[in-house]
C-alpha cells in the first residue's frame, strides 16, 4: 500500500507537467513525448485508485504546484530543458519507490504494476535524455 500512496503523487505531477508542453514547446519530439507520457498516466493513476479505493484507503492526491508555477515563469527558449528535467526528476523517484516494491512487496499484480513503471519510465528517461543532448 505505501508504494500506491507514494506513487500517486509523482504520476499526478507528470500528468499535470505534461499538460503544459502544447501550449509552451514548439518542438515535434518534446510535445511527442509529452503526450505519450501524459496519456499513460491516466491508466495508471486509474489502477492505483482502484487498488485504493479496493483496500478502503481513503486518499486525497496532493499537488505540488511549484514546478508548474516554474515552468510557467520560464521563457520558452528555456521551457523544454527545463520540463524535460522536471519529468526525468520524477521519473527517477518514482522508479525508486517501484525498486523498493519490487524489493519488499507482497503482493504479485502490485510488484507486476511496479515492474512496468520501472520499465516504461527508464525509456522515458532515456528519450529525454537524448532530447536534451540534442
Do not use: C
Amino acid at each position: 500500500m505505501t508504494f500506491v500512496r507514494q506513487l500517486v503523487p509523482h504520476l499526478s505531477e507528470v500528468r499535470d507537467l505534461a499538460k503544459l508542453v502544447p501550449s509552451r514547446s514548439t518542438n515535434p519530439a518534446v510535445r511527442d513525448l509529452a503526450a505519450r507520457i501524459g496519456r499513460s498516466q491516466n491508466p495508471d493513476m486509474q489502477q492505483l485508485m482502484r487498488w485504493l479505493f479496493m483496500w478502503g484507503v481513503e486518499y486525497v492526491p496532493e499537488t505540488d504546484n511549484k514546478a508548474i508555477q516554474q515552468l510557467q515563469q520560464v521563457d520558452d527558449a528555456q521551457f523544454d530543458r527545463m520540463w524535460t528535467q522536471m519529468t526525468v526528476d520524477r521519473h527517477e523517484r518514482a522508479i525508486a519507490v517501484a525498486k523498493a516494491e519490487l524489493e519488499n512487496g507482497r503482493n504479485p499484480a502490485v510488484r507486476q504494476f511496479a515492474r512496468k513503471i520501472v520499465d516504461t519510465r527508464q525509456a522515458e528517461i532515456v528519450e529525454m535524455r537524448k532530447l536534451m543532448r540534442s
